[in-house]
Each structure stands twice: as C-alpha cells, then as structure tokens.
C-alpha cells in the first residue's frame, strides 16, 4: 500500500498539473490581497483573520473543480490507458491499490490547497512592499489565523468533495459521470444559498450547505471591525453539526467506494456481448443500393439543415444536458414562485417582474450548457472519430460549421422560451392572469436570445482557434471570468470592451422597457455583429480531416483568408465597428462616460479646489414662482423660475455661487439679463474623448450680482434649467424623466459648495491626498450648523407655487393645492400653490395615472384629501396606503400636533428605484415597494402600510420639526419617522406582528455596523442610514417599552411643539432630542437612555435551559437558567463587560401559540415581568397559570442583543 | 473508370515516412492492398479518402485531381475507415438516414427504402431503432459497412472491414461486396490474405510505404511456381535453417515447426516440393522488407 501511496505521490509530483493548480490558487489568492481587492471594510485588514479564512472558503469552493480532476483520474487513468487488466496479474490487493491511490491523490489535493495559504502569504508582503496597498491595511500574520480555517473549513471540504468524486468514479466507472457529481454539488450549493435569502430559514441553510459558507457568514455576520481582526473560527453550533454532518456523508461515500471496488468489476471489459441471434438465411441478392444523388447547391443547404437537426439532437438526448437543464428549471420555478420578497412578502407574479428574476439563478444554467456544449458540439465528431466517416462527405467546411452554429442557436433558443412557458404556467398557477406577452416576447426573445447567441459566439470562436475541448472550455470560462474580475474588482465598466456586455435594464409594469430599448438594440447588433465576425474569422481555423496540428491548420488557415467567408467576416467587423462607433459617440460624447476613477478624482477636485466656499455668506431663498415643462416622451424637461433671495446674513453679498451638475444648461437672468459667471471647477477631460474633447461646460457657476447685496436686501432673479436625455448612457437607469413615470427632485440649481459631494472613504481620500473624514456635520453647538437646514442650506422656509406642463395623457403634480388646470394643443397644465411656507424641498412628478380619492379628518373635524396617483392596473393594495394615512394624520395629529395641510398624496413611480420620499404634502412611492405585493397571509408584515406611514410621520419629523445641520440631527427625521410609523402600525397589527419587522430593523443594524468603514458613532451623533432606521427604532421602541406610551408622547409632543414650522433659527438638533427626552424619563431609565444615545451598548441574553414541574391542575412552577451580560463597544467595535448594578430585562414564559381572530399567529405569555438582573447566570423561578410551552430572556428582542437567536428555548415539563 | 496514383510520397511531422513514391493503377472491381501493420496502407487510403494530403505526387479518379478537388471525390465515395466512431445517443436508422442525405440521397423516400435494405443486408435491421452507442464491437463494423455503400459510390475504399467480424458475418460481407456493381472500384485493405484470395481479382503488397509487389493473384503464384518446399523441424533448429535457407513462413503444427523455404531448386535435406499459395507470395514479397518469420 505504501508502495502505491508513494507511486501515486511521485507520478503526481512529476505532473505539471500539481503545479500549475497550486499556482493558480496561489496566484488568484496572491493578487487579491496584493492588490487589496478583498471585501475588508476599511478598518478590516485585507489580511485579517476573517479575511484569510473567507479567501480559503471561497478558493475551496471553485478548488472543488481541481478536485474533480485530482480525485477523479487516478482510477480512471488505469481504465482509460487500459493498464487495469494488468493489474490482475500484480501481487497488490484492492486494499492496497485503492488506498495508495486514493491518499495519494488527496494528500496531492491537500498540497495543492496550500496554495491559496502561500499567495495570502506573499499578497500581504507584496502588497505593502510594492505600495500596491497602504501597508497600513495589513495587520500581523498569524500562523493560527491561516491554518485553522484551513483545518476546519478547506481539509473538511475537500475531503466531502475527494470522496464524492472518487466515490462517482468507483461507482460509475465513467469520467463523465464526475461531472454530474459536480452538477449535483452547485446545485445543493444554489439550493442552499437560494434558502439563504430569507432569514427565516437559517438553519437549515446552515446545515444543508456542503461548504459551509453559510454558516460561516452566519456566524461572521455581526462582526465588528475589531472582531473581524481578531476572529477565530469557532467550529461549535450548526457549524460543527455542518462539518459533522458533511465529513461523514464523506466517510460514508470513501466506504460505499471501499467496499464497491474490486478489480473484477471496476476493469471488466466494457463492450457488451452481442446479442443477436445467428441469420440463418442466405442473403438475398438485390440490387437495392441503387439510387439517385444530388449535390447541387440545395444538396448544401438541406445538409446544413439536416447536420443542424442530428447536432440538436445530440444535445437534448445528453443525460448532461437534461440534468443541467432539468437544475435549471428547478431554479426557474422557484425563482418564479418565489420571487423576490420584501419582510418575507411576495409581489404578485407580473410578468415584467418574473423577466428579471429569470437573471437570478437560470442565467447560471443557461451560461453552464451554452458554454459546455458549444464546445461539446465543435468537437463531438472528432471525439467520438466520427469524422473519420464524415469528413470524407462531399458537404463544405462552411456547412459543417455553420450547422453546428445553427444547433446551438436552436438551443438557446430553447434557453429563451422556456422561462415564456415556465412563467405562464406559474402565474396560472398562482391564479394572476394578467400574462403580457409582449413582455414575454421582448425580453425572451429580443433581449435574451440574442445575449445568448452571443455567448455561444464567442465560445465557438475560441473552440474553433483552440481546436481542444479541454483547454477550449478553459478559455473561455478563463475569459469570462478575467471580465467579471475586472468589472467587480478593478472597477472597469465600459460595455463596449466587455463582450456581450449591455447596460443594465429593468421592466417596469408602469413604464414597459421604456429607454432601455433603444441601447439594448444598439448594444445587441453591436454584439451580435461582433460576435458573427469572430465565428466567421476564425472558421479559417477549422480543422478538416485526420492531419491537425498547428503547422497544417495555419498554413489552410492562410490560404482561407481571402474566401467569401473570410470577406463576410471583415465586412461583419466593419458594421460592428461602425455600430460600436454609433454607440462610443452616445456614451462618450453625447454623455461624457467617466471612469470610476474619473468620478473620484473629479469628486477630489471638487473639494480641493472648492472647499473654501463652504461657508461663505450666500443669500438665502424666500419665494419660488416655478415654471416647469416636462417632455415625457422627448425625456427633457425645462424649468423658469423666479426665485426671491434675502441676504440674512450681517456681510454684504456681492457673488451668487450656484451649482447644477446633471443639468444640460442654467442660468441666472436678472432683468432679462443673462448675469455672467466665472467656472472655478477645472477638471481634466474625460479620458475616453480619445478623438478630442471640448471644454464641459462648468456646472459650479460664480455670477456677479448686478449691485451687491447688503445685510436684509432682497433680489429677484429668474433661474432656467434644462434636464435633457440625448442618445443613451453606459450604464445607470437615468430615471428621473421617463415615457411614463417622471420623478425629478428639485429642478433648480443650489447655492454654493455642498459637503455632500465630498469623497466618504478615508482610504481613497488618503489616495488624494484628503484629510480623513470622522464627521459629515458640525458638533452640536455650532452656530453655523444651528442655523442652518439639514436638507437644504439654501432657505429657511419659503413660499412656493408651480405651474406645471405635461403631455396630454398625463398628470404632472408638484407640492402645493391644485388652482387650476387646463388644455393647450397637445399640453395639459397645472397650476399648484402651497399657501403656507415649506422648506424648500420639492419635487415634480407626471404620469399617466389613475387617482384614488378618500378623506381623513383632524381631530378639530376638518378634513383632510387623501390622493393616490397610481398606474391603474396596480389597485391591489390601495386599501392599505389609504388606511396608512388615515389612521396616521388621526393619530400623529392627537399625539403630536396637527397635521399642517388640508391634503395628502401618494404617487407611484417606477421601480428602476425603490424607495419613498416625503416632499410636503406630497410622496412619490415606487412601483416595488408595495404596489403589487401580495399580503394573502395574515402574518405578513403589512409594508405597504409601515411605508406609508412613515412617509406620512416625515410631515411632522422633517417637514414641522426640520433637523438642523449639527451631528445626528437627521435622527429627528429618520429614527422618529420609523418609529411613530413602528407605533401607529403596531397599533393596528399588534404586537406579535411586529417581530418579524423587529428582526429585520436588529438584522440590519448588526449587520449595519459590522460593515462600518469608519468609526460608529453613538447614536446622538449618528451619520448611517443603520443607525438612524434600524438602531433608531429599537432603541425607541425600547424606551417605550420602559416608560409608556404616554410619556413618549409627551416629549415628542414638547420637542414638536418647541420647534414647530420655526421660520428662523436655531433650529432642532438630536441633542435637542435628547433633552426633552430625557427631561420625561424617569431617573431609573436614565442609564438606557445614556447606554443608548450617548454609548454603544449590546446585550449577551441567554436563557441555558427552562424546566417546569406541575404543582397544581394547571399551574406550573417554570425555572430559567439565564445569563446576561451588558457590554459596552468602542468606535471600531472592541466590546468590553460593562460593570453594573442591573438592568431591567424581561423575563417571559409562554403558552402554546395559537391564532387570533383575523388569523393572525398570536403568542400567550403566561409570563412577563421585567426583572432587575446582574451580570452573570441567573436562576429564576416563577408560578404560570397554563401549560408553558416556551420561555427565555428578553424574548421580543427589545434589547439590542448581539446573538438574539439564544433568548428564549422550549420547557421541559418534569412529572 | 480508373483511379491512377503517381509518386505518392508522405512524410509525417513526426518523421515517419509512410508513403514512398508509391505508384498504382487500380481498374474497376475489388483490388485489394495486403501489408503489415503500420505498412502504410491507411495512409494511403486516408490520402484518397480526402483526409490528409500527399507531399508530393498526385491521386487522379479518371480526370479528377483528388489532391486539387477534395470535393468532387468526395461525391464518389464511399469509405469505412479503420477507426471511427458514431453518435452514441442517436438509432443505427436515423443515422444511417442522415448520412444516406449527406451523401447526396435527396429523396426522403429513396433514403428510407435504402436504409432499410441496407440495414438489412449487414444484418442490423431489427436492431436499428437501437442507440449506436449501445452497439458491440462487431456490430458497429457492419454498421460502417453499411454507411460505406450508401449512396451509389463510385469509389469504395475500406479499411480493414472484416476487422472484429466473426466468420458468419465476414461471409455475409463477403457476398455483399460481391453484389456491388462491376462499375464501382472496391480499394480494401486487409492484413488477412484470406480476403484478397476470395474476392479480389487484382492485389498489392505494401511494406513500409513502398509497393512491393502489384498485379493479380495469379501473376504472383506463377512467379512462385516450383520454387516452395517446406519441412518439418524441432523449435530449436530455427536459427540453424535461417542462416542456410530462404525461410519464408513458419507454423506450429503439433510441436513441430512447419517451415516454408524459397528456393530455385530442390534444397533436398529432407525439404518437400509445396504448391505455392497467396500467403506465400506474401510473405516472399514482406520478407525483403522486414523478417516475418519469429517465434
């Protein structure tokens, strides 16, 4: 056995391949962290522990295909070079040949999994060596933190996988069938990641997935930065039931294969006897053979018919392909059926949705055959010798090709109709019958297909050069993935050099294909020309006959270049450069593409050169009059505004700095004169204006005011402005004005520099040579952060009016009541004016839309209009918004003060984004966020609802009480937006129904802050969406929990009304906040308010076991084992054990869950108290009437708990 | 109806000379081409077949320059190469349907009249709905026999067809080959004599890539007439005859060892007078070349 063993080693060891794999693990691992293209956050090393560990998960995920090769070969070597029957002959017993051969060969695998151990290795000394990477984004190598993962994760893994191939090869004495073993093995993978998406299933997932990654990501997600940098993993929990569980379905596969092999079966002669019986009878002579032939030019074309149906043929009767196609399908199903959820709640199966989940998963099977069995297909004559036979047929080389073509465009378009046919089936099944075949049609067929034709192009280009199967599918896999390496990792993203590449689209039910048609038609004649040439050109390539090597097919090939095909080809290449030139002058000059880099450096210069400007006096705006014209179906929009400004400043004013980027043109006019301007910005030109490029126009403009403004005057002047789409983009969906479904922000220019269009990332500031950046916002006692807006330093308050145009068939609406609306030609015009002040924050909006009308009333008993503008077709849950905003202003109005106007819209907008915004009196919802969801089950999470009111409670906090521009003050916004929103919904719903949305809000907050680049703020000075959504409304949602409803109420209430529609400074600030707050609180609660505003705090709750004895008819005496521990972190997540008397936390026992009367899942507490706990284990006992069923520690997760899975466990009830 | 090769010379890349300057006229009928191993007879049928070129010398089918006009030999042809394979997934029926249409068969109703009879004649109609992949060894022979006849071939070169066929099926192809027209040149290629004695009525012996010997059988039996003897010897005595004797062939007949010498007279030392046969004009004819006679 020894002998084998060390044979198997040797002959491995003389391979090239042994080294040519650990090279590539090792060059892949090598670049990654030499080039710091690692998904490190900034304060994370590219070397840290979490990192190196992640890097070797993922690296033994794609060394499962070395593995393949490694593990599967060494018995079918000894089949294939027939050397098997000798081995009768030799002394060795199947013990020892199988174990010398199969620990030889993973001992080799073992090696070569090193590899990726190595290029870390180098990475981190490369990297900071060469300045490639700030050396100060590489921590200490420590030799634990890249051996462990690779003891528990990579060795496990492949040792599952090892098994599993060998065990295939033993099995099935096939070296194809290795390749169904690793179908099998992506799909659990997809499978399991596909689980993944919905946190409900966890698990599971964990469990179920082969790899473990999963579980690892599990187990890492809520890593601080600190931790991620000292981070082992801990093999405990379902991560060890998960290498349990894996590694021994790999014992049992290596035994099965152990016990299976045995040298008389595994190398027995494969030909099957033949079967017939003997023909007794004389032949007939006949001279039947005689008949007529053919080869005119049509004998050409059926032939390239005829070949192209046996080719067609061949692959669907591929046990491969059916079983990737079946995997397929299996995906598209689910993808279909599922969707994409929002809070685990499912939109109805509209067909432009069910386009873009065919992206998902499918994509993956369809880019697996096309790029297999194109090559497959080149090369099955010659694989199966064949073409001994059919070479010698009088059928042009051009017809051999072009039939093999043809059979692999019949198959994609099968690819492409099968989501047609899968896609009506589902939706019949789900009872929506609203199929649009035109969708279907368009993006299947137009869209799909010629994307998966040109796919195959290029692999059939690169078969027919390469003329070897294997190396052929390694091209062109090689070749996919060098473009997807370069598009994530190097931030390349210019469509035209990335083959088959086209901007991104999206359906929209509102707005069908919209823009996206007219690039996607370009892009694809592009593509497909392209595509056609190479097949064309490299024909030339094509090896006929029994002579092929490289000196006999160049010197053809030579031969062929000026032949028809050949001269088509070039003719090909020209159109697709001329096309490709079409669409270089939309990108490049029409819209001036910029690199990533480009959009950095430019963001750099901006601030370089500009940053003095920030504070310097500007007047501010009083009154707008606007004048806006949309030209939905040009995509253009014009605006002409008079614009009222007031130096409320104590310096005079001489220069009006404004800023329009994205605009096409603006100007300031002042007596109808255009004022002129100096363009301060200089930038280099765009790189990709090779043929010249003229000056851009300046978008940051410093006029001279026409007399200088002193303290209290007032000017008047017209601003215009133009938005206007020509030709079509690179990428990015331009979504503001569209055929149906415009939504503009705003429509003016701004005054002077704005802080937000400053680079955030310290690691690229540092690249310009930019001081860090630890805060967005002045502190809180800053005079010129107090007296200035959050949202818009342009204005206090303004008075605002608009007259709005649009194309007939639309309705364009613009904050403000209606006056007026009227005809003119082929325009319709609307006339807004908002008769009390807002800020200046506004937005215009027109579609072509259907309007639901409804009333709320105030709690004085007037009325207010509830309007919602939406797409007629999308009327399920109209309900629901309405009900939002009725409940809403009925409740906020009680609690908080009146709502401050006399209506309230919702408009829907296509879902190219999806989120809301609250302009005053006025909400632009999208399309996907709701409109379409399908809320059948009780227990969904009514969002629809939730948005809506949080949308609504932003007319109160944000639109009443506006933030000012200090650290945190968004909070005022946000985090009371979320949470009244979180109160008003609970009070419909109920509690219970609130906890999958509480999951999600400490799901996102955990995670928020395990990504943090930069420091993490307390919450009174917090600057991340994490903190002010997700932490914002459970630490509130806590407080309440503490003190009540009522006392909430009141200091919301207080605050409301202290800063209330101010027309002047100061303005509210998050300490502002926090001391109404704090003045209601009881002082007992005083140390959460401080652990939440003022610290980041977490809590480790766990309940170790609950047990409950019956001591009367149905009462049971419940005992909990329970530990806790509050801990306090530091700005980059260093947690330490906070020291402290005890916390009031809850302590609950339930009963059995049962449903209430709406159907809704309904938890009966027989327990719920809150309980002053220290630090440390706890046992605590409490008397239940009723059966408990479950109990724990702080069971609603109203705590932010670090590992809020553990909180509560089942009761053993002893007799 | 001719096939005329001149001076047809091949090296390959890896320096092995199969073809030298090999010259033959072959009229119509069965010609068969007899030689060893690696003789280069499928080098040269795989150069007429259209698959390789020659590096010099020329392939003319009447006027038709096989090496200039690769297609239009290819209309005329039937082939059964040595090694080939077919589609494992697809029926003996539908590929033999499919290859009658490649080779010109336009008629769908004609194609399946002759795939039927074709399929009959090698014995493999009740099994042509069956996946070829699932045939044996000695059914996918006659498999390639079929595909080789089909379409009315003007020009039927096979390699080595009665290669894995048991004694049962070789007569059956036999008669088969028969039955094809006078009109058609049958270029085969065997290294069992047998074949060439029973159906050919013209032949040549190829040896290392050159043409040792070419005409009909007979001419090669009357050059041997009188000049076969042949004894019985002990295993050990082989070298000792080999230094005095001309040995041509040797065979094992009940421990003895038959041998069959050359010679111009009678050798006497206990030699017999023999009928010369096929085999020995073989053997005579390769013996120049390489030394056939081994134990």
């Keep these: 056995m020894l002998n084998i063993f060390l044979f198997e080693l040797k002959y491995r060891f003389s391979r090239p391949a042994t080294y040519i794999y650990f090279s590539l693990l090792m060059v892949v691992a090598l670049l990654l962290i030499a080039s710091g293209s690692t998904p490190a956050s900034e304060k994370v090393f590219h070397n840290a522990p979490i990192v190196v560990a992640e890097l070797q998960l993922l690296i033994s995920l794609f060394g499962i295909m070395i593995a393949s090769a490694v593990m599967g070969v060494p018995l079918y070597r000894d089949i294939e070079h027939k050397t098997g029957t000798f081995l009768f002959s030799y002394p060795i017993t199947k013990n020892a040949y199988f174990m010398g051969r199969f620990w030889g060969s993973f001992v080799t695998l073992l090696f070569i999994s090193m590899g990726t151990i190595v290029g870390v290795y180098l990475g981190t000394i490369i990297g900071s060596a060469t300045g490639w990477t700030d050396a100060e984004r590489y921590g200490a190598n420590d030799i634990l933190s890249y051996l462990h993962p690779w003891a528990t994760v990579v060795l496990p893994n492949f040792w599952f996988s090892s098994t599993l191939f060998f065990a295939v090869i033993v099995f099935t004495r096939n070296i194809k069938s290795i390749y169904t073993g690793g179908i099998v093995f992506f799909i659990c993978y997809l499978l399991a990641n596909f689980l993944a998406q919905d946190i409900e299933n966890r698990d599971l997932v964990q469990i179920l997935d082969p790899f473990g990654l999963n579980s690892f990501s599990f187990q890492t997600r809520y890593l601080t930065p600190y931790e991620q940098n000292s981070f082992l993993l801990s093999v405990s929990g379902n991560l060890l039931i998960n290498r349990l569980l894996w590694a021994g379905i790999g014992l049992v596969f290596f035994l099965a294969a152990y016990f299976r092999f045995s040298f008389k079966y595994f190398f027995q002669s494969t030909a099957k006897k033949s079967k017939e019986k003997e023909d007794k009878a004389p032949v007939v002579v006949d001279k039947g053979f005689s008949v007529t032939t053919d080869f005119s030019k049509k004998y050409q074309i059926s032939s390239l018919l005829n070949l192209a149906k046996i080719e067609v043929k061949n692959i669907i009767k591929d046990g491969y392909f059916r079983a990737i196609m079946l995997g397929g399908l299996i995906f598209l199903v689910l993808d279909f059926w599922i969707g994409s959820t929002i809070y685990s709640v499912p939109n109805q199966p509209s067909t432009s949705f069910l386009m873009e989940y065919k992206g998902y998963d499918y994509l993956i099977f369809v880019f697996i055959i096309l790029v297999f069995f194109t090559g497959e297909s080149l090369h099955r004559d010659k694989a199966s010798g064949y073409s001994a036979i059919s070479d010698t047929f009088p059928v042009k080389n051009g017809v051999t090709i072009g039939s093999k073509f043809l059979g692999m465009a019949f198959v994609c378009l099968l690819l492409s109709i099968f989501p047609i046919v899968v896609g009506v089936i589902v939706q019949t099944l789900k009872g929506y019958f609203q199929y649009d075949f035109g969708v279907y049609l368009v993006d299947c067929l137009l869209i799909s297909f010629p994307d998966y034709l040109q796919m195959v192009m290029l692999v059939f280009a690169i078969h027919l050069l390469v003329n070897n199967k294997f190396a052929g599918h390694a091209v062109s896999i090689g070749v996919w993935l060098v473009m997807i390496v370069l598009r994530s990792f190097a931030d390349y993203d210019f469509n035209l050099f990335f083959f088959s590449y086209k901007p991104g689209y999206i359906w929209s039910d509102m707005n069908g294909l919209g823009h996206f048609g007219q690039p996607l038609l370009w892009y694809n004649l592009y593509w497909t020309a392209f595509g056609l040439f190479l097949i064309l050109f490299f024909s030339v390539f094509y090896a006929r006959g029994a002579e092929i090597n490289l000196k006999t097919r160049l010197k053809k090939s030579k031969s062929r270049l000026l032949s028809a095909s050949s001269i088509t080809a070039y003719v090909l290449l020209i159109v697709s450069v001329l096309i490709g030139s079409y669409i270089f002058k939309n990108v490049v000059y029409t819209n001036t593409y910029l690199t990533q880099k480009e959009q950095e450096k430019r963001s750099a210069e901006y601030e370089k050169q500009l940053k003095h400007y920030e504070f310097i006096a500007q007047p501010k705006v009083t009154d707008i009059n606007l004048k806006a014209d949309i030209f939905p179906k040009e995509r253009d929009a014009y605006f002409d505004a008079m614009v009222q400004m007031v130096n409320k400043t104590d310096e005079p004013i001489d220069s009006l700095h404004l800023s329009g980027q994205g605009f096409r043109y603006f100007h300031a006019i002042y007596n109808g004169d255009t004022l002129g301007y100096r363009g301060p910005l200089k930038v280099d030109k765009a790189k990709f204006k090779v043929f010249g490029a003229e000056d851009e126009r300046p978008w940051y403009k410093i006029y001279k005011l026409p007399a200088t403004l002193n303290p209290g005057d007032t000017i008047d002047l017209q601003l215009t402005a133009a938005y206007v789409n020509e030709g079509f983009v690179n990428n990015g969906y331009n979504r503001e004005i569209v055929y149906n479904g415009t939504f503009i922000g705003g429509g003016l220019p701004s005054i002077g520099y704005s802080a937000n269009n400053e680079l955030s990332s310290d690691e690229t500031r540092k690249k310009y040579d930019l001081p860090p950046k630890d805060y967005e916002l002045p502190p809180h006692d800053d005079p010129y952060g107090r007296r200035t807006l959050l949202f818009n330093d342009d204005a206090d308050l303004i008075n605002f009016q608009a007259t709005v145009s649009t194309d007939k068939d639309q309705i364009a609406v613009a904050p403000g009541y209606l006056q007026r609306e009227w005809t003119e030609g082929e325009r319709k015009y609307f006339h807004y004016v908002q008769d009390t002040q807002i800020g200046l924050f506004f937005n215009i909006v027109s579609a072509d839309y259907a309007v639901f009308e409804d009333k709320a009333k105030l709690p004085d008993g007037s009325d207010v209009n509830i309007e919602i503008f939406h797409h007629a077709a999308h009327d399920a849950n109209l309900e629901r918004f309405s009900a939002a905003f009725k409940d809403g202003i009925e409740y906020f109005s009680a609690a908080y003060g009146n709502y401050q106007f006399r209506q309230m819209r919702l408009l829907e907008f296509p879902r190219y984004a999806s989120f809301a915004q609250s302009f005053p009196n006025t909400v632009p919802y999208s399309e996907n966020f709701g409109w379409v969801a399908n809320f059948s089950d009780p227990n969904d999470f009514d969002y629809g609802y939730f948005v809506t009111s949080h949308e609504l409670a932003h007319q109160w906090w944000g639109h009443q009480v506006a933030p000012n521009y200090t650290r945190g003050s968004n909070l005022i916004s946000e985090a009371l937006a979320e949470y009244t929103a979180l109160v008003l919904t609970e009070k419909k719903y109920g509690k219970d129904n609130m906890q999958r949305f509480l999951k999600q809000e400490l799901d996102n907050y955990l995670s928020g802050r395990s990504n943090e680049n930069k420091k993490e703020h307390v919450f009174i000075n917090c600057n991340r969406s994490y903190q002010w959504y997700y932490k914002g409304s459970l630490i509130l949602y806590g407080l309440r929990d503490y003190v009540g409803d009522s006392v909430m109420n009141t200091a919301l209430r207080k605050f409301r009304d202290k800063f209330a529609l101010k027309a002047e400074p100061p303005y509210a600030g998050s300490n502002d906040l926090y001391t109404f707050i704090k003045a209601e609180v009881p002082d007992s609660i005083h140390y959460y308010l401080e652990d939440t505003w003022l610290k980041l705090t977490l809590y480790e709750n766990k309940v170790e076991e609950a047990k409950a004895k019956k001591i009367a008819d149905d009462e049971y005496e419940v005992t909990l084992d329970i530990t806790s521990q509050k801990l306090y972190a530091d700005s980059l997540g260093m947690e330490t054990d906070a020291q402290y008397a005890g916390d009031y936390i809850d302590i609950g026992v339930f009963a059995a869950e049962d449903t209430d009367e709406n159907g809704r899942k309904r938890t009966n507490p027989l327990y719920l108290q809150k309980h002053k706990l220290a630090p440390g284990e706890h046992s605590i006992t409490v008397k239940v009437k009723g059966e408990p069923v479950k109990a724990g520690i702080d069971p609603y997760n109203k705590l932010i708990d670090r590992i809020p899975d553990n909180n509560t466990t089942g009761v053993d009830i002893e007799d | ?295």
């Design chain 2, 1 to 295: 109806m001719q096939l005329s090769i001149k001076n047809l010379s091949k090296t390959y890349s890896n320096g092995v000379q199969a073809l030298k300057n090999v010259s033959l006229t072959i009229e119509q009928g069965m010609f068969g081409l007899l030689g060893p191993n690696g003789a280069g007879k499928s080098s040269l049928m795989r150069t007429i077949a259209t698959l390789q070129n020659a590096d010099t010398g020329s392939i003319m089918l009447d006027d038709i320059n096989a090496l200039e006009n690769p297609q239009a030999i290819r209309e005329k042809l039937g082939y059964l190469p040595q090694d080939f394979g077919l589609y494992p997934r697809i029926s003996a029926e539908v590929m033999l349907d499919h290859i009658a249409q490649m080779k010109g068969v336009g008629s769908r109703n004609e194609r399946k009249q002759l795939v039927a009879n074709l399929l009959e004649k090698v014995n493999l109609y009740k099994d042509r709905k069956k996946a070829l992949g699932t045939y044996s060894g000695g059914m996918r022979q006659r498999f390639g026999i079929a595909q080789a006849l089909v379409g009315n071939p003007s020009l039927i070169i096979v390699d080595e067809p009665t290669a894995g066929l048991d004694p049962t099926e070789r007569n059956r192809f036999y008669n088969l080959l028969s039955e094809i027209g006078e009109n058609t040149i049958v270029l085969l290629s065997t290294h069992i004599v047998e074949d060439v004695s029973t159906l050919c009525s013209r032949m040549a012996i190829i040896c290392e890539g050159e043409l040792l010997m070419e005409g009909t059988p007979a001419d090669g039996l009357a050059v041997l007439k009188d000049k076969i003897y042949s004894k019985s010897i002990d295993k050990q005595e082989l070298p000792a005859y080999k230094e005095k004797y001309q040995v041509i062939s040797t065979k094992l007949k009940e421990g003895q060892l038959s041998l069959r010498v050359q010679s111009d007279t009678n050798p006497g030392d206990g030699f017999e007078p023999a009928t010369p046969n096929l085999e020995d004009v073989y053997f005579t004819h390769i013996s120049t070349k390489i030394d056939p006679v081994t134990l």
